[in-house]
């Protein structure tokens, strides 16, 4: 049995001599890639402005952003110097795709579902209503294949992507009226971007996407009835407490939202190899320090929301079964009408539907039973 045993074994060795054979062939091309690369050279600076969805100095992510161009400073002994610019500083917070695909900026911030105009799949990258949280989108961007699909959506933009935030779960939003039933829904002005927006507009809503800068006006003018944002931290600094009635949880749109560094392909690739694994080290970072920063203060912030009386409400479960169906339908549509999106979707679900047994015994299990 023993000798029966090492079979299997053998052979898997050999398969992974086999991958170890591609992997170097791989290395190799990497390695011709370093060749072409700019030679490093320690007296030529770089000067690169970031624009970003965010405005100027945000708390966690305009200031990660700050972070992000401190960090990549520090890292390449000032060889590569980033501005970083906030939403309407050098051009409007929703231009800021545009404005590096064309060079106009080197670098961006943001969140791929701000893209969706242009890129439907993009969403994916961001946020899917009933998704996947922080830790799964994650694991699927970074492990789990879905880089290479995101880099193959931005190709004709003359951008690459990379993962640089993650909002973490969000909260569903502040509405002035009761939300009892599905019909609560319909004819309600929302704030609401990427794909939630569109279920909540099948729902019977109207979505409306702004800027951050915009929504504490919109809301108190009644030009939107409901906005949804971030989390108790960023909400609470908006105001939103002060002129809508009821918070409710969760964020059903919003699980996870990842948040992305772009950077112009040309002005990558114009930089030595070096810089450009700075930038990378850089954004992964980014991404981890706004995952904790958040999950600190937003539980800091819902403490002190609740202390001063804040109405903090669940979505009843038929409501959120019927978005949960919507969804389904949305997604389904978006899928037939174009073929990007239903290979990015096929990715996303079947990493969702492998990892769903190892989180049904794990974290499902400490949420609902133990913690
Ligand atoms: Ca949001």
């Avoid at 991404?287 to 929301?305: P, Q, S, W």
């Avoid at 979505?315 to 389904?328: D, G, H, I, N, S």
């Avoid at 979707?345 to 794990?362: G, H, I, Q, V, W």
Wanted: glycine residues 10%; neutral net charge.
């Amino acid at each position: 049995m023993k000798k029966l045993n090492r079979h299997p074994f053998l052979k898997k060795g050999g398969l992974m001599l086999a991958a170890g054979a591609s992997t170097l062939a791989a290395c190799n091309n990497t390695a011709r890639n370093i060749d072409e690369a700019p030679a490093f050279d320690p007296n030529k600076k770089y000067k690169w402005n970031m624009v970003t969805t965010w405005p100027p100095n945000f708390p966690i992510l305009g200031e990660g952003c700050n972070k992000f161009a401190q960090w990549v400073d520090q890292m390449s002994g000032g060889r590569l110097q980033i501005r970083v610019f906030g939403g309407g500083e050098l051009i409007p917070a929703l231009e800021a795709f545009d404005a590096v695909s064309s060079g106009t900026a080197q670098i961006g911030h943001g969140s791929a579902y701000y893209w969706a105009g242009k890129i439907p799949a993009a969403q994916f990258f961001a946020s899917v209503p009933f998704g996947m949280n922080a830790q799964q989108v994650n694991a699927w961007i970074m492990s789990g294949g879905g880089m290479a699909l995101w880099r193959e959506l931005y190709e004709p933009f003359h951008l690459i992507p990379f993962l640089a935030g993650n909002t973490n779960a969000q909260m569903g939003g502040w509405f002035n009226k009761e939300i009892n039933n599905i019909d609560d829904l319909k004819g309600l002005k929302m704030r609401i971007p990427g794909l939630g927006g569109r279920v909540f507009e099948r729902a019977g809503g109207s979505a409306i996407l702004s800027a951050g800068s915009e929504i504490y006006t919109n809301l108190e003018r009644g030009v939107i009835d409901a906005t949804e944002w971030i989390g108790p931290f960023h909400d609470y600094k908006m105001g939103f407490h002060k002129i809508a009635k009821y918070y409710y949880s969760p964020g059903w749109h919003e699980a996870g939202t990842a948040l992305e560094v772009f950077i112009n392909k040309s002005s990558y690739e114009s930089l030595p190899k070096d810089l450009q694994v700075i930038l990378e080290t850089a954004a992964a970072r980014l991404n981890l320090y706004m995952m904790t920063e958040l999950e600190v203060r937003n539980a800091e912030y819902l403490k002190i929301m609740r202390a001063e009386g804040v109405d903090i409400r669940p979505f009843p479960a038929e409501v959120l079964a019927v978005l949960k169906e919507t969804t389904k339908q949305v997604i389904a549509e978006m899928a037939a009408n174009d073929p990007k999106s239903a290979r990015v979707y096929e990715a996303f679900k079947s990493f969702k539907e492998m990892n769903k047994p190892r989180s049904d015994l794990t974290e499902k299990v400490f949420y609902n039973e133990i913690s």
